[in-house]
Nanobody, 130 residues
């Protein structure tokens, strides 16, 4: 089992910045992917960003087109923690943000699909006021 704990959500004004963290504990994988999704009230959960790491290779990040100019995902493998830095926030960024994790499978779903992840955090609320 893998436990994921998100932190860093809150209320921010439009145009502001916010950083989220997700700490993973428990089982680890040789090749691992961690991602962020968000879910606004009454809407489906959508992909924000993901990062992959494999031993001996550089990390690789994926971003949703809607946020790629305003969001940066990074990781600290020593701390098993992934970060999401968001800038130029808009009211439409308001959502519960979920951290997800899972092993990288050669024939698995793409990183923007919830099915690519086996483990999910409880979520952290991000509210952007206009």
């Amino acid at each position: 089992q893998v436990q994921l704990v998100e932190s860093g959500g809150g209320l921010v004004q439009a145009g502001g910045s916010l950083g989220l963290s997700c700490a993973a504990s428990g089982r680890t994988f040789a090749s691992f992917r961690m991602g962020w999704f968000r879910q606004a009230p009454g809407k489906e959960r959508v992909f924000v960003a993901a990062i992959r790491w494999r031993p001996g290779t550089a990390n690789y990040a994926d971003y949703a087109d809607s946020v790629k100019d305003r969001v940066t995902i990074s990781s600290d493998s020593a701390k098993n923690t992934v970060y999401l830095q968001m800038t130029s926030l808009k009211p439409e960024d308001t959502a519960v943000y979920y951290c997800a994790a899972g092993p990288i499978l050669s024939a698995g779903p793409s990183p923007d699909k919830p099915g690519a992840y086996d483990y999910w955090g409880q979520g952290t609320q991000v509210t952007v006021s206009s």
